[in-house]
């Protein structure tokens, strides 16, 4: 006689890293960002959701979508996010493939004004991150903001040592992930129609990466013309 028995998570997974670094980065949106502004935003790799909670719970006003390729982290997001009428459905989605061929169509393509990657880009293959860029010049409005968090390499170095040793155990742990180096992503970003815009220093030598998509008429398109408060302007 075989018996299947089922588990139902009762609480959603917490991630320790992510509680202690989103009061830090949403410190940093909130310079960008009203909390009223009825902005939509898209997130990718959003994780357990705990910071689709943290940041959706401040800007009250936004359409907030959260996406995720692990599927057994979307119920975690929806636990998260439950008594939030302005997050979406959590979509499961693999950002190294064109959003043409994914199994959903996001409701605001072309039109978000915001994108979120946080903790993505270096434990991730690097289609991960081309497709990033990629997807999200189609997905961004003219003079949309995209929002990258992680530990990077600048102009070729890791620093300090304990970033060192991040990337090599990254490496060690799988070959195609690792820091990349902001010239890198700065290179990919413009050649999916963004410039990188500022790079904000954060606690535990991660920092916070802005780009903006650009119109087709380049910096001269006045929708494009952003204030950007802080952090320093590349």
């Not at 980065?25 to 997130?43: A, M, P, R, W, Y």
């Not at 359409?63 to 929806?78: A, G, S």
């Not at 499961?92 to 946080?118: A, R």
Request: charged residues 25%.
């Amino acid at each position: 006689l075989l018996i299947t028995i089922k588990f139902e998570m009762t609480e959603p997974r917490c991630y320790p890293s992510a509680t202690r670094n989103e009061k830090p980065i949403l410190e940093v949106l909130k310079q960008f960002l009203g909390s009223t502004d009825k902005i939509k935003v898209f997130e990718v790799a959003a994780g357990t959701g705990q910071h689709t909670k943290a940041f959706s719970s401040y800007f009250t006003c936004a359409k907030w979508e959260p996406t995720e390729l692990d599927e057994t982290l979307l119920e975690d997001i929806k636990m998260h996010c439950k008594n939030l009428k302005n997050v979406l459905t959590p979509q499961k989605v693999d950002i190294s493939v064109d959003l043409e061929d994914w199994s959903y169509i996001p409701q605001y393509t072309g039109k978000y004004d915001v994108g979120l990657c946080i903790n993505m880009i270096h434990i991730s293959p690097i289609e991960c991150t081309i497709g990033l860029f990629r997807n999200m010049a189609k997905l961004l409005v003219y003079g949309g903001l995209l929002f990258t968090y992680g530990p990077y390499a600048v102009d070729g170095m890791i620093s300090p040592q304990s970033n060192v040793d991040f990337h090599n155990s990254l490496k060690a742990q799988n070959p195609s992930w690792g820091l990349r180096d902001i010239n890198y992503l700065k290179k990919v970003s413009k050649e999916n129609g963004l410039k990188l815009e500022m790079v904000i220093d954060m606690p535990a030598n991660n920092k916070t990466l802005v780009f903006r998509r650009l119109p087709p008429g380049g910096e001269s398109d006045q929708h494009a013309q952003l204030l950007l408060k802080a952090g320093e302007r590349y």
